[in-house]
Each structure stands twice: as structure tokens, then as C-alpha cells.
């Protein structure tokens, strides 16, 4: 059984469709990446092969000015899983990013898959930083309204001046947007406003940041914001921010990136005390 690593090819597509349909109970995401990743310069997306048949898939995304590899979208087909196949894909980005002088290393996983762990430890990885998501629909006529915190909008042009100022916020000083993790810096804003996001600041009391936009999934329209902040009143004022934004577009499905911490405040909030899905991101970094 002879096996090879090879650059994605758009026919592969409906192979790694199928791969996707076993992983994250049916809600894999990577159906609707493979365009961007075969349309990106700056992805470099591999295959693995083996007998004609594609049983593997990951991507390197070259970030923040070509100084970092984000290495996502590791996936093995089921009857290949337990081979070493995944540590080979691994390797191979490693070496791709190794190639392009990149500073660092950085990838996502969740805290309840050790398999990626493992994996990114076995190339000298380390978990940098820890993120709480969850999905949450929410009915026509529901209402919740939390303002003990003042939350106003901000212009992209003010962002970097923010989170330089208010580092206590921000882990790691970097910005979380959908699954990727941008350092700030100017070119980054660009990138991250080409998604049509808005953003929200407190500047209180108590000093609070979130981002939002609007996400197409194969399911709907999806608010996606991410929320920092240094208190729960501040968390709370942005995530009704956030609500009552997605009612005002209507929008009924929402997900939310925000640090561990504030997960606790679920069960103080009766309609967080039941949610559609919930996950916790491991971040993980090498610098090279």
C-alpha cells in the first residue's frame, strides 16, 4: 500500500466531502473551505493518496504578513485513521512552513479531540491559549436585554489602539475572528473587515471588545461574534449587544467565541442554560 502526499486538486472534492460527513457529527466545515483554500495564494492545501484514493487532507494558511503558518483542516478518511497518516500530514506542513522562513506555527483544536493534541505536541507544539464556543438558537419573539455595562461601536480604524491599551483583555494579544487568530496589525484589520465585521467596545468600569459578522453556513445564516472582556457585567453587555444585533438582522442562529472564564455565567442566564452545541479551543503555537 503505497502512499504519497500531493497538492489538492479540485476533482478531489467530492472524496473529502465524504470524509467530512464522518467527522464533527455531520457539521464539518471544510465542505465550504475547499474553494477558498484551491482560490488563496497564500494556502498551500495537501492530499494524501493511496491507491488512487484521497484518505487525507490538511492545509498550511500563510498569516500576519508571512510570518505565521496556521495549519488547519487535518482530516483522515475513517478506515485510515490509527495509521500515522495524520502525523505524516502534520510533518508535511511542518516542513512546508520550515521552507517559507515562517516565525511560528499556529493551529486550533478542540479541547474534547486529544488526537490533534497529540499531534501537535509530537511536532513541538504548545497550547498558548484556551477559547469557550457555543451555538444558540433563539425564537422570533425572544426577548433578554443586559446594560449594566455601556458598549458602544468602534471603527476599525481604533481597534489596534484598543487592544494595545487594554492587553489585560486580550490573551496572548491577538484577535479571534470565526477559527482564525490574526495578530493585530493593520493588514489584519483589512482582513478581517472584508467579512463585513463590526465592532463594539466598553470602556468603562469594566473594559470590554467584541467583533461580529454575519456567516453563511449550509444551514443559515449564523451571527458569529467573539467577546472579550474583564468582568461578567462587561461579557453580558456585549453578548446582549451581540443578540440584539443578530434579532435586528434577522438572524436566529448564533455563535460565540469568548474566554473560559465567563462560561460559568451559563447557568445564570436562563436561555444559555440549553444550547445547540458547545466545544473548547485549545491554541497552540511553536515558534521555529
Known amino acids: 500500500?503505497?502512499?504519497?502526499?500531493?497538492?489538492?486538486?479540485?476533482?478531489?472534492?467530492?472524496?473529502?466531502?465524504?470524509i467530512a460527513k464522518t467527522t464533527w457529527e455531520g457539521r464539518d466545515h471544510l465542505p465550504q473551505?475547499?474553494?477558498?483554500?484551491?482560490?488563496?495564494?497564500?494556502c498551500f492545501p495537501f492530499v494524501m493518496e493511496i491507491d488512487s484514493k484521497?484518505?487525507?487532507?490538511?492545509?498550511?494558511?500563510?498569516?500576519?504578513?508571512?510570518?505565521?503558518?496556521?495549519?488547519?483542516?487535518?482530516?483522515?478518511?475513517?478506515?485510515?485513521?490509527?495509521?500515522?497518516?495524520?502525523a505524516q500530514m502534520t510533518n508535511h506542513l511542518l516542513h512546508i512552513a520550515t521552507k517559507n522562513k515562517l516565525d511560528k506555527i499556529r493551529l486550533v483544536t478542540a479541547k474534547e479531540t486529544p488526537a490533534p493534541q497529540k499531534l501537535a505536541e509530537f511536532v513541538g507544539m504548545n497550547v498558548i491559549?484556551?477559547?469557550?464556543?457555543?451555538?444558540?438558537?433563539?425564537?422570533r419573539n425572544?426577548?433578554?436585554?443586559?446594560?449594566?455595562?455601556?458598549?458602544?461601536?468602534m471603527e476599525k480604524s481604533e481597534?489596534?489602539?484598543f487592544?494595545?491599551?487594554?492587553?489585560?483583555?486580550?490573551?496572548?494579544?491577538?484577535?479571534?475572528?470565526?477559527?482564525?487568530?490574526?495578530?493585530?496589525?493593520?493588514?489584519?484589520?483589512?482582513?478581517?473587515?472584508?467579512?463585513?465585521t463590526e465592532f463594539w467596545f466598553g470602556d468603562g468600569s469594566s473594559a470590554s471588545f467584541s467583533s461580529g459578522f454575519q456567516h453563511e453556513t449550509r444551514y443559515g445564516s449564523q451571527w458569529c461574534f467573539t467577546i472579550y472582556a474583564s468582568t461578567p457585567d462587561g461579557f453580558l453587555s456585549n453578548l446582549s449587544t451581540h443578540l440584539h444585533h443578530a434579532?435586528?438582522?434577522?438572524?436566529?442562529?448564533?455563535?460565540?467565541?469568548?474566554?473560559?472564564?465567563?462560561?460559568?455565567l451559563y447557568s445564570q442566564v436562563k436561555w444559555l442554560k440549553r444550547r445547540n452545541h458547545g466545544i473548547q479551543l485549545l491554541l497552540f503555537e511553536r515558534v521555529l
Not at 55 to 77: C, F
Open 1 to 18: 500500500m503505497d502512499s504519497f502526499i500531493r497538492k489538492l486538486r479540485e476533482d478531489d472534492t467530492p472524496e473529502l466531502i465524504e
Open 33 to 42: 473551505m475547499l474553494e477558498h483554500w484551491l482560490s488563496d495564494s497564500n
Open 54 to 86: 484521497v484518505v487525507s487532507v490538511a492545509t498550511l494558511k500563510i498569516m500576519d504578513q508571512g510570518t505565521t503558518g496556521w495549519m488547519e483542516g487535518l482530516r483522515v478518511h475513517p478506515e485510515f485513521r490509527e495509521r500515522g497518516f495524520a
Open 129 to 139: 491559549g484556551q477559547y469557550s464556543v457555543f451555538w444558540k438558537g433563539y425564537r
Open 142 to 153: 425572544f426577548r433578554w436585554i443586559h446594560e449594566t455595562d455601556s458598549v458602544e461601536r
Open 159 to 161: 481597534v489596534i489602539d
Open 163 to 196: 487592544v494595545q491599551n487594554h492587553t489585560g483583555i486580550f490573551p496572548n494579544r491577538v484577535l479571534i475572528h470565526h477559527w482564525y487568530v490574526f495578530d493585530p496589525i493593520p493588514q489584519n484589520l483589512d482582513i478581517i473587515a472584508e467579512t463585513s
Open 247 to 264: 434579532r435586528m438582522k434577522n438572524i436566529r442562529n448564533l455563535m460565540c467565541i469568548h474566554p473560559p472564564e465567563f462560561q460559568e
